[in-house]
């Protein structure tokens, strides 16, 4: 008999004990780390999940990153009980260029997939982050890599799949454009991004972000020196790290009044529905 899906709350209980376990093989083997994205804003705001929020975001500089890729899929270290990892570089069937933990006891139901080619198990993202071009070249620099995040998430969206509170309409409209970027396939726009993010080296750029999956945010281009100055967080409970400039990176990235809590009808979720096994 199958189980029942999970809740919201569940389905974070979960990811949680990934970020855990992943908090600790980071901890044994010297990696870099710091949450990111809306685990970042909810560590700040909430001391925890952003309430209506459903997955897990954290960073990495490249080279932890490559340190973490190699320690997985060459030293076959083990990331924790029921986990594996998932990455652009290694997974020719993994559609992202950049990488997830996964939980071997859990699965995604068909009804909430945006994406194929994601993964099966509840995750967490891994996103490396790279060096970025002198300023006066990032809003070019920027340009390029969201033209190629948009094909990857055309070349895998599932055909007429609704996208949150959108409506029918506007997802049967992207058809033609799915189509054809399904036909040139996302490993093409995948690799040819992995080879861009690692234009410029980490150590070395004055400025770094995430070039991955990069929305065309300059809020996600940041000083390298503010990148690497770390501090900690509490996150349900536990202490996880963040970069020092988090302040200034919420500002930018959610506005001057990040701390507030957004009107109702803009709080999303990704819709993940989920289960153990």
Known sequence: MEKEPLTLREVQEAELEILLKFDAFCKQYDLH????????????RHQGFIPWDDDIDV????????????????????LG???????????????????????????ILPESKLYE????????????IDGFP????????????????RNIGRAITIPGTVRGKEGKLKAVARIPVIAAAH?????K???????????????????????????????????????????????EGHEFPVFEAYD???????GKNYMELPPENVRQSHYIKARLK
């Not at 080619?117 to 490396?128: A, K, M, N």
Request: charge should be negative.
């Open 189 to 235: 726009y995948r690799d040819e991004l992995i080879e861009l993010a690692n234009s410029y080296p980490f150590d070395t750029s004055e400025y770094v972000g995430l070039a991955t999956w990069n929305d065309n945010s300059e809020a996600l281009v940041m000083k390298h020196d503010d990148f690497v100055k770390y501090t900690t967080l509490p996150f």
């Open 248 to 254: 200034d990176f919420c500002t930018r990235r959610y």
């Open 117 to 128: 080619h994601e993964g099966e198990g509840i995750w967490i993202d891994v996103f490396p």
């Open 59 to 78: 960073a990495m500089p490249r080279p932890d990153y490559q340190r973490l890729l190699k320690l997985y899929y060459e030293d076959h270290a083990d």
């Open 134 to 149: 002198a300023k006066e070249e990032q809003a070019e620099y920027l340009k390029k890599l969201g033209e190629y995040r």
């Open 81 to 107: 009980e029921n986990l594996y990892l998932l990455s652009g570089e290694h997974d020719d069937d993994f559609a992202f260029a950049y990488a997830k933990v996964a939980r071997r006891d859990s699965e």
């Open 33 to 44: 780390y710091v949450l990111y994205y809306g685990t970042l804003l909810g560590a700040v």
């Open 183 to 187: 036909a040139v396939g996302y490993r």
